[in-house]
């Protein structure tokens, strides 16, 4: 993909030819997914830092996207930071003495259910085009960062620490040679880390630090404790004292500070507290005095901006945007903004009319102080939670979305790319599971968080709740992100979870129970914010529920079911009977989160899971396979990270039953061995927590969608064709993707440079065959009609392991619809298989 889209007919009029060696890692190689986006919904955007000597050059970090880098002030935004260990950004700083160098603290900051961890902080010093790791490795998350203009190799990092257990490496770190040494200069406990710094602009040695003690459960977020506190140095970090004066009585959560640029006395902050709020101090930060109530779900944002220029002007972020023109004693919301749900903001210290903010739906640009706003639908960091498919020509794909709802668009247009305007919304509030009738595109069920199911009809635009009655004193629980799955067999037949699991016969019109409670149903977890100085009731903590099913391709009825709180259960006669199966999982501790759990569609009894432990402070991997009904299962981790990643979906190929996928937090791993072992897919492929995968059936491609970087198409043609019997004959030459004649081969037109494009891969297919051995001279590939007409003709070597050369119609070879055969000629041997050529679908 690009931001201009200049496709030229010669480039696509050329084939590519390229070789891949034996073995399994080699055999990936060649393999090139694309990235579909989108960009119009944005994921949540964490940090933003800028070189305020020229704010045309700043950077952008995304919760889970990576980081990225504008040299025109936004104009163009390029990653620069997609390949580390991990991309999650906490926190980002630009030394303003030298813009070379550049500090990225991993691990968002915001402690919400579905953030992303870190591996500490990383350093570049050439703008970003190479980064070294600096350490604090276990922090996993970074609150803050500050580089000492005068002193550019001193630095201050903030780690905030495990989200989800205590750890040590915490407290606020300085380095005073680059990164090579730390010295941690304030530490309260191991349950307690650093959200929030705040440096004198005037003069660097006063400092203010906002100490965090929070601790989260997949059921429950407690926010704030006696570790909390806002901590005030006046010698450059050497010693810190803790801020009494005017802060208020009791435990104290998440605090935010600002200074105010043109007199640094003045300083402001949020404080969450019973009696929290909007605070204001004149002294520097030794005392304060409570100016409002003001301070908009704590946890989630806590971030006040102090107008650089007027002492009057403040600015509170959270779901709107907040100002205050009397110091902070009242406030009001923005006439208009770009989203909801800010994170980041930065105001020009210079020319108080220039803002950027970062918040669930990317970035947005203000020259007039806020009153209007130009938003910034070129970065690719759209975060997917699942995906769906449908069968039209080409096929459209479709998604959920962190904060952005459930929406859809086609693999492929007339114009020769998908952007951000082929994108169209289905259903609101937060997107998760989605599901389309492979038989109707126009039906599309998707939901939003607690189980708020519809159906969609995409035909007229209409949509209806589905939604499972309880009846009379009773009472449903549904997950955050509640699995919706249709039936292999009868796509009329919908399957929901709750802590129950539903079926309904009728597209969802009416619902029968088919289960009794497949959950713990443990009371203790079901009680969220209990303890927390705010508490968090937004459902996002609702426990003991179904988060996973699958029914057997092989057999009606045979149904998988997984949930939150580590229970598998099977049923083989549709619901009548259960199984909890999970005690025969051996490795895995007690009321792990079960991820997925995906039935074979080649033999009856066996089955895949995945747990995931992260929301228990455990980072190892856990993937299972059963060949009985999960009396036995058999771990297939070899080749896998062993800690420090966590698997969250697995899908066998859909023609090769060697072929396994798996999606983790930090990418995407193939098997061509049934999991013996697995190789990662890292050429063309960022660091990003890959959430779901499916295979589409037709096309053969694997659509990949990201917590992060979006939906992603990778052609995998060849793996499929790729059993362990075909890896011991001499040649396996695979069937080909259809081709479907898009047309509109020039790109988008006049668009200028800010439009961002996932390019067609169509017109043309790639021809994928396998070598048991390398061979001497080229093979020939020869493309004719049904008249014997040759119509293509490509050379290739042949190398050993897989290879691949792409045909793409051209020149004065007219293409129609229809049957093509191809034909790899190698020595004296020939294989045959064949692609067709169809018209799109209407409408596209």
């Known amino acids: 993909m690009s931001n201009r889209l200049r496709t030229s007919a010669v480039v696509l009029a050329a084939f590519v030819v390229s070789a891949l060696t034996w073995g399994q890692a080699e055999l990936l190689r060649g393999l090139a997914p694309r990235n579909l986006g989108s960009t119009a919904m944005a994921g949540r955007v964490s940090a933003i830092a800028v070189y305020e000597k020229e704010p045309r050059i700043f950077y952008v970090g995304s919760a889970s996207g990576g980081l990225f880098k504008t040299l025109n002030g936004g104009l163009t935004l390029t990653p620069v930071f997609e390949r580390e260990s991990s991309i999650s950004i906490g926190a980002v700083a630009v030394c303003q003495t030298n813009p070379d160098i550049v500090w990225v603290g991993t691990g968002e900051q915001t402690s919400r259910n579905s953030v992303a961890w870190g591996d500490g902080v990383y350093k570049s010093v050439d703008g970003g085009k190479t980064w070294a790791h600096m350490g604090l490795k276990d922090s996993r998350h970074i609150g803050d960062i500050y580089i000492n203009p005068s002193k550019p190799d001193e630095v201050f990092v903030g780690a905030l620490g495990h989200l989800w257990g205590p750890n040590a490496e915490r407290g606020l770190y300085r380095t005073s040679d680059g990164g090579k ?15 929030d710094m705040a440096v004198d602009p005037k003069n660097p040695r006063n400092m203010l630090v906002a100490m965090w003690q929070r601790d989260r459960k997949p059921w429950t977020f407690i926010s704030g404790g006696p570790g909390s506190g806002l901590y005030r140095s006046t010698d450059g970090g050497k010693t810190f004292k803790k801020v009494t004066k005017g802060m208020p009585e009791g435990p104290i959560g998440r605090m935010g500070i600002d200074y105010f640029y043109a007199d640094p006395k003045v300083v402001i902050a949020t404080i969450e507290n019973k009696e929290g709020g909007f605070f204001r101090s004149t002294d520097g930060g030794e005392s304060w005095t409570r100016m409002s109530r003001e301070n908009p779900r704590p946890f ?14 403040v600015y509170v972020p959270g779901v709107q945007m907040r100002f205050s023109e009397d110091q902070g004693k009242t406030f009001r919301n923005f006439r208009t903004t770009v989203h909801v749900d800010h994170h980041a903001m930065w105001i020009d210290p210079t020319d108080n009319n220039h803002m950027i903010i970062g918040q669930d739906g990317g970035v947005g640009l203000s020259r007039d102080r806020g009153d209007t706003w130009q938003h910034l639908d070129h970065i690719p960091v759209s975060q997917f939670y699942a995906i769906a498919f449908d069968f039209r020509r080409p096929y459209y794909v479709y998604g959920g979305l962190q904060d952005n709802g459930t929406w859809g668009a086609p693999t492929q247009t007339p114009r020769g790319g998908v952007a951000f305007f082929d994108w169209f919304m289905i259903s609101g509030g937060d997107g998760f599971h989605v599901q389309v009738d492979p038989t109707d595109w126009a039906t599309v069920y998707s939901e939003s968080q607690g189980g708020a199911i ?39 037949t919908v399957y929901f979870g709750g802590n129950k699991l539903f079926r309904s016969v009728n597209r969802g019109d009416t ?8 959950t713990t149903n443990d009371p203790d977890k079901q009680r969220p914010g209990e303890g927390s100085v705010t508490p968090e009731n937004t459902g996002a903590e609702r426990h003991c529920t179904i988060i996973t099913i699958s029914e057997s391709p092989m057999k009606p009825g045979l149904i998988w079911v997984g949930t939150d709180d580590g229970l598998v259960h099977v049923t083989k006669d549709g619901g009548v009977t259960w199984d909890n199966v999970v005690n025969n999982v051996h490795g895995v501790p007690q009321n792990t989160w079960c991820s997925r759990v995906t039935a074979s569609r080649y033999a009856e009894g066996r089955a895949y899971a995945t747990f995931d432990g992260h929301r228990m402070d455990d980072y190892n991997m856990y993937v299972y396979v059963t060949e009985d009904y999960g009396q036995t299962w058999t771990k297939i981790t070899n080749g896998l990270p062993q800690v420090g990643d966590c698997a969250y979906v697995i899908k066998e190929g859909v023609n090769n039953p060697d072929l396994l996928y798996l999606g983790t937090e930090m990418g995407l791993h193939i098997s061509l061995d049934k999991g013996t072992s697995w190789t990662k897919l890292t050429e063309g492929f960022p660091t990003v927590a890959v959430h779901d995968l499916d295979v589409h059936p037709r096309e053969l491609d694997l659509v990949i969608g990201t917590h992060g970087r979006g939906i992603w198409i990778l052609d995998v043609n060849g793996l499929e064709a790729l059993s362990q019997e075909k890896l011991n004959e001499d040649v396996t030459l695979a069937k080909p993707q259809d081709i479907v004649l898009m047309g509109g081969l020039t790109g988008m037109g006049f668009e200028g440079d800010a439009l961002w494009v996932s390019r067609n891969s169509q017109p043309g297919t790639r021809i994928w065959f396998y070598s048991k051995e390398a061979k001497e001279g080229n093979a020939r590939i020869t493309i004719t009609n049904a008249g014997g007409e040759t119509v293509g003709s490509l050379t290739a070597n042949v190398e050993k392991g897989m290879n691949v050369a792409v045909w793409t119609p051209r020149g004065r070879t007219r293409i129609v619809p229809g049957d093509y055969r191809v034909t790899l000629q190698i020595g004296e041997s020939s294989y045959t298989t064949s692609v067709k050529v169809h018209l799109p679908d209407k409408p596209y």
């Open 300 to 313: 989630y944002f806590s971030i006040p901006r102090q107008d650089p220029l007027d002492a009057n002007r």
């Open 511 to 518: 619902w029968d129970v088919i289960s009794p409670d497949l």
């Open 454 to 492: 519809g159906r969609s009809d995409l035909s007229d635009g209409s949509r209806r709740s589905i939604r499972p009655r309880a009846p009379q004193g009773e009472r449903y629980r549904f997950n955050w992100s509640s699995p919706i799955v249709l039936s292999p067999h009868n796509p009329r």
């Open 181 to 195: 040494t730390w010295e941690r200069v304030l530490y309260v406990d191991d349950k307690t880390g650093v959200i």
